[in-house]
């Protein structure tokens, strides 16, 4: 028996009592055995059975905590009616003939995202790429300056410091103060964790109390009092700005300082290293549409009428950079960022650029890059060489050597940074940006908003951008590789086996 009846303190009791447990033991292991696999991977599935199997006093209380990958039926019900709204409200948006017209491909690609996120494909659209950390706040600020009527944000994760968030939360004082309305919005274990978490909450208290017209709210809030609890790892990871409907800010970049307020990461000038966008065009009201039905799911208040008649009056831009907003997370019953990415790759003739700061990929995407790589795309990753998150470095390394083997050039960003811009370029002049990493976490249990962009001078700047990461950045020999410790090996293959479970 595998289940530690001893340890249980149960040797002496009557026959009966044993039977008992036996019977139990029996009972549960049959029932996950029918349970478990339903509706998950079976790589997945695999990993908590056996986890069950050897560690149950362990594994099953923690099935029973984050087994269920899945908002709740309320927050998913909520997302097919904003979906079906957007869908009707631009069924008229149909642009997929004109992206035929440049690639059939990528046509089948466009319609694929509109299935899966409701969102048409859109021309008219401007994209300035901000590389630069203290350049994307001093912008975001600006903006804010100049807003009207209101300003919308959305962050994973929200800090406090003088230099670069707090111009920005002083800007939203100050649009309040002015009428402009203020809705915030941030993820609240992403942000409960930051250092200085107690001092943030009481001055969006305060900016409440003292302007009516600024708003916030926490987004999966862990309230199990109140019943208002789900796995504690589904997290709202998205990173969205709207000021006005005239200008959105997107990407890679969290609302607080390059250090991420860790004494740890200034002791050692470790900085995040981020890929943001400012946008305008059409693409701002589907980006304000995606904050919306987050804002609608945690508050009740709907704002989507107002944006459907600005996504409907933004038909008429012409030219610039075609864009499709794609959201994903446990809302949707597909994993539309992951559809995307495996799309796309299978598209590839000449050349791919991944830049993630964590690869932890499912079968389905190690399958697209290594096939990609075996018909001689000139397939190249950049990635962090020390990750921030111990058990993601180990799980990510584990996949190198089938990498590298199979052809795909891999470059390591050099200690001690993190590279943290995530975007992926597919030939010459389609690429995704936004705030998905190439893991199973964001697939399956963040939500995210990812960017299809198509025009050859953005994606040329990316390019560019891409090639000065890897100008500084290391590149990994595969025989050398091979060679690295056994202890590293063992770790690596342990947290590659942990990754899986979700």
Known sequence: MLWPLSGLGIDGLPGWIVSLVLVAEITIRLAVIGIIPGNRRPNTAMA??????????????LFLLIGNNKLSRRRQERQRRINEALLEATSHMDLTDQLRDHDEQLGATAALNRKLGAFPIQEGNNVTLLPDYKEFFTELAAEIDCAEEYVHVISYIIGEDPEYTDPVLSALERAAARGVRVRLLYDHLGTLRVRGYKRLRKRLERASET????????????????????????????KIVVVDSRTAFTGSANLIEPHYQRRSAVRMNRHWVELNAKLNGPVVTGLDIVFASDWYTETGENLGPELLVDLEADEEARGGTLVQVVPSGPGF???????????????????LVICTPYLVPDDSLLYAVTNAAHRNVDVVLLVTKKADQFTVQHAQQSYYQALLE????????PEPD??????????DDVAVLGSSNMDQRS???NLEVTLMLVDDRTVGEMAQ????????????DL??????????KYLDNVFRLTSALQ
């Open 443 to 445: 697939f399956s249990l």
């Open 48 to 61: 908590w059975l056996l986890a069950i199997f050897f560690i149950p006093l362990v594994a099953l209380p």
């Open 211 to 238: 302007y009516p017209d600024f708003q916030w709210a926490r987004a999966l809030p862990v309230r199990p009092l109140k019943r208002r609890f789900s796995r504690l790892d589904l997290r709202n990871h998205r």
């Open 418 to 427: 993190v590279l943290h811009a995530k975007f992926m370029i597919v030939d």
């Open 465 to 476: 951008i891409f090639k000065d990461y890897c100008a500084i950045s290391e590149p990994l």
């Open 333 to 351: 019953p597909d994993e539309n960022n992951l559809r995307l990415f495996n799309d796309l790759i299978y598209q590839a003739t000449d050349r």
């Open 479 to 488: 025989q050398a590789w091979v060679r690295r410790p056994w202890h590293v």
């Open 406 to 413: 199979a052809g795909v050039r891999i470059y390591r960003y």
